[in-house]
């Protein structure tokens, strides 16, 4: 990489100048004829060797996302976030509630009930969905998510998460980053700051665009206070992926040209800018970009996948929504399959308002449902046969759940106060249960979690204990943790 390049030169009056120790490559390059230099040559072009040569005087390897040796044990070395943005009905998919059948529309029997966030506290409402139990372990799921069920036996489903918000955009910040604010950084933000990226030529965190970007933004995936480098990169589904991939250069040496043009520009801005930081993260930015432009086509030809395949992700579905979906959780495997640290998956725009369903619960929790559940079975299934799924934490999550109470007559509000998510792959234990609502599945009331708990457990389980991984800002060491969270070992294989 041109950024890694070093020149070794004598110095012009070496009699003159006081000795100092030789540095690795000038040792290599000097001892035995330099013959040792053939081999250092061939590892500094990768990028987990290379980025131990020469670091800057603050300590930081030149490479932002050079793989990093994850401090602890790891179960799982990448992460797959399925965000089922707008909070899935937890009543309707994994947590049975019988008793919600028992007393259909009359008045809940729970004291003090608090206010939803429209103030709209209705009659209890049932499931229009029958549960039952699934594969070996007899886990009950609805009959929305079939496909998911066939897999229950991969799943290990925490029914006793909660949030600290009941509104989108904060609940939406504070499931990613752990604040309910934005210009904190993103879960995928402190996992690649963290471990770094197995993937030379692409992005270390992925957003795979599945239609609809959530309430607050692209600070939803924003870096915060880390450095530009952790961003995530919003690949879109289409077959272009990334916008300008193509080179505009008519051949690749003019190309190459460009772009070390350009990285001298950026070393000769350090006398005004002084923030090597920044330069060196420039530099890194722009070569990536040069790589993507050979990686990013290759990523998005799903040619070379096999017919079967693509039917089993729903590539050849009647309904549009699921093609799209199983586009990007076919792309997500590839990505899995390249290194690629972090990948996140919004959802696509099926029902028009995600899984937000204050009206319509039946028709438009089916219509997501329709669009997510081959795919994301499809994932699970891929990735199992493959033999990835065993290093990779694939978690499915709402920012929170829904009422037990009807809104309006055929809508669920939001419920901050317990709801489901589940974890495959990466080390957890399948086909289990952590924790439980009430009888109408509105409070947790046993082994509750909150979302601390939740980011805790997902570091753990990468070889990261959360209270370690740390960023100085603004006087203090930050963490995704914040001074919060418990790592829940029982959820582990």
């Known amino acids: 990489m041109a950024r890694l390049a070093h020149r070794f030169e004598l110095p012009s009056t070496p009699l003159l100048r006081p000795a100092r120790p030789r540095t690795r490559r000038e040792m290599l390059l000097q001892c035995a004829n330099g013959f040792g230099a053939l081999a250092a ?26 793989p990093r040796a994850a401090p602890l044990p790891a179960r799982a070395k990448q992460v797959i976030f399925l965000y089922m943005d707008g909070g899935p009905s937890q009543v309707d998919t ?12 009359r008045p809940i029997q729970l004291a003090n009930v608090p206010k939803t966030q429209f103030a709209n506290v209705g009659t209890v409402l049932q499931s229009p969905w029958e549960f039952k139990p699934r594969g070996q372990s007899g886990l009950m799921v609805s009959e929305l998510l079939p496909c998911i069920a066939r897999h ?68 939803t995936f924003g870096n915060g206070f880390l450095p530009a480098s952790y961003q995530a990169s919003l690949f879109k589904p289409e077959s272009g992926l990334v916008a300008d991939a193509a080179p505009r250069e008519p051949t690749a040496a003019a190309q190459r040209a460009k772009l070390e043009l350009l990285a001298e520009l950026d070393r000769a801005a350090l006398g005004r800018v002084g923030d090597r930081g920044a330069v060196e993260a420039a530099i ?42 199983g586009r990007v959780c076919l792309l997500a495997r590839r990505l899995v399959e390249r290194g690629v640290r972090f990948i996140e998956l919004t959802v696509p725009p099926a029902a028009g308002d995600r899984w937000d369903q204050h009206a319509d619960l039946k ?9 997510t559940d081959q795919p994301i079975a499809a994932l699970l299934e891929d990735l199992a046969q493959r033999g990835l799924l065993d290093s990779t934490l694939v978690v499915w999550a ?14 669920r509000d939001h419920n901050p106060y317990g709801f489901t998510v ?16 009430d009888d109408y599945g509105y409070f947790a009331v046993e ?12 570091l753990w389980l990468l070889g990261i204990d959360h209270t370690q991984l740390t960023f100085r800002h603004s006087g203090r060491d930050m963490r995704l943790t914040d001074v919060h969270g418990e790592v829940v070992h029982e959820l582990f294989a």
Do not use: I
Not at 158 to 186: C, D, I, K, M, W
Not at 422 to 437: D, F, N, S
């Open 447 to 458: 082994d509750r979690l909150e979302m601390h708990d939740l980011h805790a457990t997902m």
């Open 41 to 66: 040559t061939a590892l500094w072009h990768e990028r987990a060797f290379g980025a131990l040569v020469g670091a800057p005087r603050d300590g930081a390897t030149l490479d932002p996302l050079a």
């Open 363 to 371: 028709n438009a929790h089916a219509a997501n449902a329709l669009a």
């Open 94 to 105: 994994f947590d049975w509630k019988p008793r919600l059948a028992q007393e259909h529309g």
């Open 152 to 219: 229950a036996d991969k799943l290990c489903v925490v029914r006793s998460l909660t949030s600290n918000f009941s509104e989108h955009p904060g609940a939406n910040y504070f499931l990613h980053s752990g604040h309910g604010q934005t210009g904190r950084p993103s879960m995928g933000s402190w996992v690649t700051y963290g471990l770094g990226s197995e993937c030379r030529d692409l992005p270390g965190f992925v957003v795979l665009n599945g239609g609809l970007v959530p309430p607050g933004g692209l600070e």
């Open 284 to 325: 890194a930015n722009q070569e990536l970009a040069f790589r993507m432009q050979t990686s990013v086509p290759e990523l998005a030809d799903l040619s070379g996948e096999s017919d079967a395949t693509k039917t089993l992700y729903g590539l050849d579905s009647p309904n549009e929504h699921t093609r799209r979906y």
């Open 422 to 437: 589940w974890l495959a792959g990466g080390g957890v234990k399948g086909g289990t249960t952590y924790g439980a609502t």
């Open 398 to 411: 709402g920012e929170f759940g829904r009422t037990p109470m009807a809104q309006g007559s055929d809508g």
